[in-house]
């Protein structure tokens, strides 16, 4: 046998690893850091309970996109009817740029919490420069730095090592959590939910499988020999479990850091992912400040171009455009045209008089809201001959995929309720 390639596991990864990686975004970061800030490590059971339901909806959008060779969006063509689909398509949009905007104006702020200067400055550079990663890069060497960006997750696993940690209590109230359900236990709580399980995750994963399709000019599973396609879903299968691992894992350290520093010295109101940071440093020391910084624009160079990137497809796939990152702009205008709509409008939210906390409130709301609906309809075509031939969705597959709609649809009602 001849020498093992040490990257042989890293290269089985790819839209799964980044769709799990981000979903760890600066937005994400602010929901984990308030969990453990206001109750400690009696949320973290949360993050344990949506790592299969999160599998579960990711793999199913992943195989609906190799086997159809098409995004979720047009695949939801064949449930609901156009103008339901451009409803849905156009909510995503707004709450995806309301999202670009809390995320690079997290960026900028983290910059400027490791140099002393220039928020604004570093907002629209970092703004600048994602886009022009995504409009002159093309997606077969884009998604290598996206992979390599993964790493900067765990700046969030290494903070745990500048703090002292109660082992057996972080397990104990992991299964079994200290914690009354009242309305600001019940809000968190569906914060996580919506944070972990969103849209543009869905979109995402679905339209980069078929992305790789056309990168490796392979046809997609309905026209596969069996082999082949039985080896597809086994890299799918990996893929995906390591990519919601290392996002479950993630957001579990950051409720865990921020548990056993902020909330144990009487730090329980974080409102952004800079605060959590800035608020870290005089108590775990400028160790665990700067990789939590230095985590928090990390990560937003990954979650942004998937924020732009699940509405330039799903508005694509809707219209019936030609889509792909792949392309040059001028091969896709339409296309690259949202995604450049996309950051451009989220910029101007940054700079606009909106509350960016109440913006981000709201963007969760809309999230939520669409996310049942599509998860429903997700599970109609992962269920149908018709579309998916032999590779409908397993057993086990849609058990924890209904399960998932059923939960977020609980959170929905919840956060409607206690909104009142």
Same mark, same amino acid.
């Given at each position: ?93 707004? /709450? ?244 450049? /709509? ?39 075509? /992962? ?25 977020? /649809? ?11």
């Amino acid at each position: 046998m001849g020498p093992q390639n040490p990257f042989r596991f890293f290269n089985r990864l790819g839209p799964g690893l980044i769709t799990g990686a981000a979903d760890d975004d600066p937005s994400g970061i602010a929901t984990y850091s308030q969990a453990g800030a206001q109750f400690g490590v009696n949320m973290l059971w949360t993050v344990a309970l949506t790592y299969p339901l999160m599998v579960a909806v990711q793999l199913i959008s992943a195989r609906i996109g190799r086997v159809t060779g098409k995004g979720l969006a047009a695949n939801l063509l064949g449930v609901f009817p156009r103008p339901a689909v451009m409803g849905l398509v156009a909510l995503l949009f707004i /709450a995806n740029t309301v999202n670009i905007g809390a995320d690079i104006a997290a960026m900028g702020a983290a910059s400027e919490l490791v140099l002393g200067w220039g928020a604004r400055t570093f907002t629209v550079v970092l703004a600048l420069g994602s886009l022009g990663l995504q409009l002159f890069v093309p997606y077969h060497r884009y998604v290598k730095v996206l992979k390599w960006l993964t790493l900067a997750l765990f700046a969030y696993v290494g903070v745990i090592f500048t703090v002292h940690i109660d082992w057996p209590q972080v397990l104990t109230r992991t299964v079994l959590p200290d914690l009354k359900l009242n309305e600001a236990a019940v809000t968190v709580i569906v914060a996580v939910f919506g944070t972990t399980i969103s849209p543009y995750l869905f979109f995402w994963q679905s339209s980069e499988e078929v992305e790789d399709l056309a990168a490796e000019h392979q046809p997609d599973l309905l026209d596969e020999q069996p082999a082949e396609a039985r080896e597809q879903l086994e890299r799918m299968g990996f893929d995906t479990f390591v990519g919601m691992a290392l996002s479950n894992i993630v957001a579990f350290f950051i409720i865990l850091t921020t548990a056993v520093t902020l909330h144990a010295n009487g730090v329980t109101d974080i409102q952004t992912s800079a605060q959590a940071a800035q608020a870290l440093k005089p108590i775990a020391g400028p160790l665990a400040f700067g990789l939590f910084s230095l985590g928090i624009i990390g990560t937003g160079l990954l979650a942004v171009p998937v924020l732009a990137g699940s509405s330039a497809y799903a508005v694509a796939e809707t219209f019936g455009w030609k889509s792909g990152l792949e392309k040059q702009p001028w091969q896709e205008p339409r296309f690259y045209a949202v995604i450049v /709509a996309g950051m451009v409008i989220a910029l101007g939210v940054v700079f606009s008089p909106l509350d960016p906390i109440k913006a981000l409130f709201w963007s969760a709301v809309v999230n939520g809201v669409i996310s049942v609906p599509i998860m429903a309809a997700m599970m109609v075509v /992962a269920s149908r001959r018709k579309q998916m031939g032999v590779f409908v969705t397993t057993p086990a597959q849609k058990l924890f995929g209904w399960a998932a709609t059923l939960v977020m /649809a609980v959170a929905v009602v919840t956060m409607a309720i206690f909104s009142r």
